[in-house]
């Protein structure tokens, strides 16, 4: 139930992002699309409780590509970046961007926007999450919500929840 809640939650978020600067009839329009989306992925959710998908795996080839740091989740709000940063003092919103590229060949590269720094390691599949494991010896379980092709990790010391749209690049 809390990942069916975090994925809907998910997917108003990014959606919201990108819709940024719409006039209001657009914004309105697209805000009905976002409403009818999460309920579709509501009843996708409960049809897949009931039958489901046997293997449970996330598609591999969907992960493949970079994907960014889109909003935070905390408390049941969202914030992008930059209203995060502020939230926490924190002066330079670049410090909470990340972005991060799955390869192909199972390598895994996350750079940091501040300081353009990379740590580099592999990503397998493992059930319904993404396990990114860096030279460091750290790991980040994140989760694919192929419905909305989003991405998301949960801090578990501080039950923040970091969302991550897929990125082209400048």
């Known amino acids: 139930m809390r990942k069916k809640l975090l994925m809907i939650m998910l997917a108003g978020v990014l ?12 914004a309105e329009e697209k805000e009905a699309k976002t409403e009818q989306a999460a309920d ?17 795996e996330v598609d591999t080839d969907a992960i493949i590509g970079s994907w960014m740091t889109g909003a935070y989740m905390k408390d049941g709000e969202s914030y992008n970046p930059e209203e ?16 991060y590229t799955f390869n192909e060949d199972g390598t895994v590269a ?3 926007a501040a300081t353009g720094e990379v740590a580099n390691g592999t990503w ?11 030279e460091n010896g750290s790991q980040v379980p994140f989760e694919y919500n192929a419905e909305n ?9 501080t039950g923040v929840i970091t969302l991550f749209a897929r990125y082209q690049g400048q």
């Open 40 to 56: 579709e992925e509501e009843e996708t959710e409960e049809a897949d409780e009931e039958g489901g998908d046997e293997s449970g």
């Open 84 to 99: 995060y940063a502020e939230l926490n003092d924190i002066e330079d919103y670049n410090q909470l961007v990340f972005v």
């Open 124 to 134: 397998e599949v493992s059930g319904e999450q993404i396990i990114a494991s860096f």
């Open 15 to 26: 959606t919201s992002f990108a819709f940024v600067g719409c006039s209001d009839d657009e």
């Open 110 to 112: 996350a750079q940091a």
């Open 149 to 157: 092709d989003m991405m998301g990790v949960e801090d578990a010391s």
